[in-house]
C-alpha cells in the first residue's frame, strides 16, 4: 500500500505541474482596454490625441498647434526664475505653443489685442501677452509669469 500511495503522490504531482504550465502558457482572451479606441492613425483618442497630418504625428491640439509653418522658438526669462518657451509660427500667425517652466504646455489662438501679440484661451482663464522682446501670462486675472524679456540666443542660431 505504501507503494501505491507514492505512485498516486506521483501522479498527482505529475498532473499538478502540467495543470501550472497549461495555466501559465495557455493562451488568454484579451478584454478591450477601457478608453483605448484609437483612430486611423492609431492615435489614442479618449486621451485626447489626434492626427496632425501636417507632422505626420499624433498630437494633442492644445498642447501644440498642428501646422507646417517653419516654428520659431524663442525663450523668456521671468521674475522668480520661471521661464516661458514659446514657439511661434510667422508664416501661420494663429497659434503660439507654449511649454512653462512648471512643466505645462499648451497651445494657444491668437486673440484681439490692441497692442502687441495676445493669445487666449476662449475663456480668457489663460492668457499670453508679448511685445517686442517682452511678455508676461496672466491666468483668471493674476500675472502668473511677470518681467519676462527675450533670452538672446547664442550666436550661430
Known sequence: ????????????AFFA???????????????PLIGGAKDAHGCLVAAGYSWCEARSACERSWERYCTSAAPKPVTFSCAEGKEIMAIFYPD????????LSDDRALSLPRA???SGARYAKDDESFVF??????????????????????RPTPSGE
Open 112 to 114: 484681439i489685442s490692441g
Open 92 to 99: 501661420d500667425d494663429q497659434y503660439v505653443d507654449l511649454s
Open 1 to 12: 500500500m505504501r507503494r501505491s500511495s507514492k505512485m498516486a503522490f506521483i501522479i498527482f
Open 17 to 31: 505541474v502540467l495543470a501550472c504550465v497549461y495555466a501559465f502558457f495557455a493562451p488568454r482572451a484579451t478584454a
Open 129 to 150: 501677452w508679448n511685445k517686442g522682446d517682452t511678455a508676461f501670462v496672466t491666468e483668471n486675472g493674476t500675472t502668473t509669469f511677470a518681467d519676462c524679456l527675450l
